[in-house]
Nanobody, 123 residues
Framework: QVQLVESGGGLVQAGDSLRLSCTTS????????MGWFRQAPGKEREFVAS????????YYADSVKGRFTISRDIAKNTVYLQMNTLKPEDTAVYYC????????????????WGKGTLVTVSS
């Protein structure tokens, strides 16, 4: 059983930075891609970024391009989301997910999900 555990959330001011981490207790070879999603209060969950374990190919939502960077440390089975120039509209619970491939993960279909970490950006 694969488990994903997020950490790094917190309360920051607009313009600040945060780095989220997602550590997997184990990785199945079927989960070729890792990603971050977020869900703001009263809104649906949305895709933020994804990265493949092999090759490190990444994708970003338009709303975070140029501000967020996803990366992975294969040796540590950990995926990171570096968030810079945070805005109040980035406030959400951020979830880590593992998926079969980039396309299915970006559509919201994940094999495994973490429980989320809250990011609050004050103005």
């Amino acid at each position: 059983q694969v488990q994903l555990v997020e950490s790094g959330g917190g309360l920051v001011q607009a313009g600040d930075s945060l780095r989220l981490s997602c550590t997997t207790s184990g990785r199945t070879f079927s989960s070729a891609c890792m990603g971050w999603f977020r869900q703001a209060p009263g809104k649906e969950r949305e895709f933020v970024a994804s990265i493949t374990w092999s090759g490190g190919i990444s994708y970003y939502a338009d709303s975070v391009k140029g501000r967020f960077t996803i990366s992975r440390d294969i040796a540590k089975n950990t995926v990171y989301l570096q968030m810079n120039t945070l805005k109040p509209e980035d406030t959400a619970v951020y979830y880590c997910a593992a998926g079969l491939n980039s396309r299915t993960l970006r559509s919201g279909t994940g094999e495994y999900w973490g429980k989320g970490t809250l990011v609050t950006v004050s103005s």
